[in-house]
């Protein structure tokens, strides 16, 4: 037999119980309370009213077997219409409260709990539940005074000291929660969730020590509890202390292998260990348990890429766009995955699928920027920058990297006038100072260049490549050589072995015609600084002063071998010309 069909019964057996006692005959021959139809052997039927109490059971009755079979919107209706019927019952608003509850209507599971605490104001069971639905609904305040109006009533009543003392938690009056959990553990000092929310307040509170010792307690009482070593893990994981964080999580999958979380954790924990194998082992075992393989599909591509595997990692982000072709999310790691293989072309292509509204689309551009430049394409790499401008036009992030393309042109006037802009936003940031600066520099505009650098030492006295530009600029016009050795010497005092600040010492030497230290400082120079060519024209300038003209056309040569500037290497071909070496074979005479 059916459940509807026992349902049916049960109401008809409650209808029938309900009537006006035996059946009795009209003198007629007619069942009492029934009329005849003259034209035929059927009776009228007039219905029986039926109480209302009565009425309210077999709604009760409809609701319990509905719920049963986990059909809750019928089980809602029946308890709605039982309530309906019998408004005075707290069993059954009560009821009603507790599926609304499930149901996640608290403003009207609230108005059923009020009855039921009018009703009977000592029913605590309706108060802890009223409690929870106001807590729930942000009334903390009025929750906390339903939970004190339980304990008033039964101060020995154990959940009402642990939601109360949660709450209290929650809002962080940590005095309150520790005390009325304290007290709980006093009623009951096997309480596991006693000790276990203890252990959440002392987190919490930072308190790391008396967490861990709490949920150390909570675990002697209940060894396998999964909550309490999730939690003692993750307190673990706050201390750094991942080890051991590591192990809980383990002991937890081995009593439950299919929890998706704890392998999340895991991964999550490896990856930031550089451990890289482990974490895979975690998200392949997720791909069976996950209702979303895609996202984890995504996280194994990551991993594989943090280890170079490229060819893995677009496999795995490939079969992804496969269930989820407009996963822009997917585009842009792909194409970052094709850009470190350095197939330009899919790169392109899996770049420009960002929208423009996509949250990766100012990342999009950054590496299409960053492809084109690697396949020395300036101007297509400026254009992505510009386009990336347009959604965030006052990151510096983005215009430091604009101004550093423009330099890579020669177009000296837009890096400055991107640069003043991060200047702008960020003036007391020395270093954006000195990019400026070596740009107003570059730009052909030396005061501009000077008022950079001095800007830049006053916010950070000691920003030694500051320092450095300020005394070589100083040097090289030939003006303020004694502060401008000062200043280099203060720049070498911060990094001694830095092969430029000492061709700076070497240059101010030779602008003040004291070719011999000249020589000294430069031969000093290419040691540290290698193949650099105007630190290499330097020491042949120094050369030729000092009469060592074999030595001064031989760096000469070295130098323009290395030079890449147009201008500089005319000057180098001048200056070989004129010490009678305009070729290497001339060199090699002399």
């Given at each position: 037999?059916?459940?509807?069909v026992?349902?049916?019964?049960?109401?008809?057996?409650?209808?029938?119980?309900?009537?006006?006692?035996?059946?009795?005959?009209?003198?007629?021959?007619?069942?009492?309370?029934?009329?005849?139809?003259?034209?035929?052997?059927?009776?009228?039927?007039?219905?029986?009213?039926?109480?209302?109490?009565?009425?309210?059971?077999?709604?009760?009755?409809?609701?319990?077997?509905?719920?049963?079979?986990?059909?809750?919107?019928?089980?809602?209706?029946?308890?709605?219409?039982?309530?309906?019927?019998?408004?005075?019952?707290?069993?059954?608003?009560?009821?009603?409260?507790?599926?609304?509850?499930?149901?996640?209507?608290?403003?009207?599971?609230?108005?059923?709990?009020?009855?039921?605490?009018?009703?009977?104001?000592?029913?605590?069971?309706?108060?802890?539940?009223?409690?929870?639905?106001?807590?729930?609904?942000?009334?903390?305040?009025?929750?906390?005074?339903?939970?004190?109006?339980?304990?008033?009533?039964?101060?020995?009543?154990?959940?009402?000291?642990?939601?109360?003392?949660?709450?209290?938690?929650?809002?962080?009056?940590?005095?309150?929660?520790?005390?009325t959990?304290?007290?709980?553990?006093?009623?009951?000092?096997?309480?596991?969730?006693?000790?276990?929310?203890?252990?959440?307040?002392?987190?919490?509170?930072g308190?790391?020590?008396?967490?861990?010792?709490?949920?150390?307690?909570?675990?002697?009482?209940?060894?396998?509890?999964?909550?309490?070593l999730?939690?003692?893990?993750?307190?673990?994981?706050?201390?750094?202390?991942?080890?051991?964080?590591?192990e809980?999580?383990?002991?937890?999958?081995?009593q439950?292998?299919?929890?998706?979380?704890?392998?999340?954790?895991?991964?999550?924990?490896?990856?930031?260990?550089?451990?890289?194998?482990?974490?895979?082992?975690?998200?392949?075992?997720?791909?069976?348990?996950?209702?979303d393989?895609?996202?984890?599909?995504?996280?194994?591509?990551?991993?594989?890429?943090?280890?170079?595997?490229?060819?893995?990692?677009?496999?795995?982000?490939?079969?992804?766009?496969?269930?989820?072709?407009?996963?822009?999310?997917?585009?842009?790691?792909?194409?970052?995955?094709?850009?470190?293989?350095q197939?330009?072309?899919?790169?392109?292509?899996?770049?420009?699928?960002?929208?423009?509204?996509?949250?990766?689309?100012?990342?999009?551009?950054?590496?299409?920027?960053?492809?084109?430049?690697?396949?020395?394409?300036?101007?297509?790499?400026?254009?992505?920058i510009?386009?990336?401008?347009?959604?965030?036009a006052?990151?510096?992030?983005?215009?430091?990297?604009?101004?550093?393309?423009?330099?890579?042109?020669?177009?000296?006037?837009?890096?400055?006038?991107?640069?003043?802009?991060?200047?702008?936003l960020?003036?007391?940031?020395?270093?954006?100072?000195?990019?400026?600066?070596?740009?107003y520099?570059?730009?052909?505009?030396?005061?501009?260049?000077?008022?950079?650098?001095?800007?830049a030492?006053?916010?950070?006295?000691?920003?030694?490549?500051?320092?450095?530009?300020?005394?070589?600029?100083?040097?090289?016009?030939?003006?303020?050589?004694?502060?401008?050795?000062?200043?280099?010497?203060?720049?070498?005092?911060?990094?001694?072995?830095?092969g430029?600040?000492?061709?700076?010492?070497?240059?101010?030497?030779?602008?003040?015609?004291?070719?011999?230290?000249?020589?000294?400082?430069?031969?000093?120079?290419?040691?540290?600084?290698?193949?650099?060519?105007?630190?290499?024209?330097?020491?042949g300038?120094?050369?030729?002063?000092?009469?060592?003209?074999?030595?001064?056309?031989?760096?000469?040569?070295?130098?323009?071998?290395?030079?890449?500037?147009h201008?500089?290497?005319?000057?180098?071909?001048?200056?070989?010309?004129?010490?009678?070496?305009?070729?290497?074979?001339?060199?090699?005479?002399?």
């Amino acid at each position: 037999m059916s459940r509807s069909v026992r349902v049916g019964l049960m109401i008809a057996g409650l209808a029938l119980a309900a009537g006006c006692g035996p059946v009795r005959r009209a003198a007629s021959g007619s069942p009492a309370g029934l009329a005849w139809n003259p034209k035929g052997d059927r009776p009228l039927v007039r219905q029986t009213q039926i109480d209302p109490k009565t009425a309210a059971m077999g709604d009760f009755v409809v609701g319990e077997v509905a719920l049963n079979d986990g059909n809750y919107d019928v089980g809602l209706k029946a308890f709605r219409a039982a309530v309906a019927h019998d408004p005075e019952s707290p069993l059954l608003r009560q009821r009603l409260a507790m599926l609304l509850v499930r149901k996640g209507m608290l403003p009207e599971a609230l108005e059923h709990c009020e009855e039921v605490v009018r009703i009977e104001p000592g029913n605590t069971e309706a108060r802890l539940l009223y409690a929870g639905i106001l807590s729930a609904l942000n009334r903390q305040d009025e929750a906390v005074a339903q939970y004190r109006h339980v304990i008033e009533v039964e101060p020995k009543n154990q959940e009402a000291y642990l939601y109360l003392g949660a709450l209290y938690g929650k809002e962080r009056k940590y005095e309150q929660a520790l005390a009325t959990l304290t007290k709980l553990i006093e009623i009951n000092p096997r309480s596991v969730l006693g000790y276990y929310y203890l252990g959440r307040v002392y987190t919490s509170a930072g308190q790391l020590d008396r967490a861990e010792h709490y949920f150390r307690e909570a675990l002697a009482r209940n060894p396998q509890s999964e909550l309490i070593l999730m939690d003692l893990a993750t307190l673990y994981e706050i201390r750094k202390d991942y080890p051991r964080a590591i192990e809980l999580y383990q002991q937890v999958l081995a009593q439950n292998p299919g929890s998706a979380l704890v392998r999340k954790r895991l991964g999550g924990l490896y990856i930031g260990q550089k451990k890289l194998d482990e974490a895979l082992l975690q998200y392949h075992a997720l791909e069976k348990i996950e209702n979303d393989p895609e996202e984890t599909r995504i996280k194994i591509a990551l991993i594989y890429f943090e280890k170079g595997e490229y060819d893995r990692a677009a496999t795995e982000l490939n079969l992804v766009l496969a269930a989820e072709p407009e996963n822009q999310r997917v585009h842009y790691y792909l194409g970052s995955v094709y850009a470190q293989t350095q197939e330009w072309g899919k790169a392109v292509e899996q770049l420009e699928r960002i929208d423009s509204d996509s949250e990766y689309y100012v990342d999009a551009r950054i590496q299409l920027a960053a492809v084109y430049q690697r396949q020395n394409k300036t101007p297509a790499a400026i254009k992505e920058i510009q386009q990336a401008l347009q959604v965030k036009a006052k990151n510096v992030e983005l215009l430091a990297y604009l101004a550093a393309l423009h330099r890579e042109e020669e177009q000296y006037p837009q890096a400055v006038a991107a640069l003043e802009q991060v200047v702008n936003l960020e003036p007391d940031n020395d270093q954006y100072l000195f990019s400026l600066g070596a740009a107003y520099d570059e730009a052909k505009n030396k005061p501009k260049a000077i008022e950079m650098m001095q800007r830049a030492i006053a916010i950070n006295p000691q920003n030694a490549p500051a320092l450095n530009y300020l005394g070589y600029t100083y040097a090289e016009l030939g003006e303020r050589l004694d502060e401008a050795e000062k200043l280099i010497r203060r720049a070498l005092a911060i990094e001694p072995d830095d092969g430029f600040y000492i061709d700076s010492l070497g240059w101010v030497y030779y602008m003040r015609g004291d070719y011999p230290r000249a020589v000294e400082q430069l031969e000093r120079a290419i040691e540290h600084a290698g193949d650099d060519p105007t630190v290499t024209e330097h020491l042949g300038d120094a050369y030729e002063k000092t009469g060592k003209t074999r030595d001064a056309i031989r760096v000469y040569q070295e130098a323009l071998g290395k030079a890449k500037e147009h201008e500089q290497i005319d000057r180098l071909k001048g200056k070989l010309r004129a010490l009678g070496a305009g070729n290497r074979a001339g060199a090699t005479e002399l």
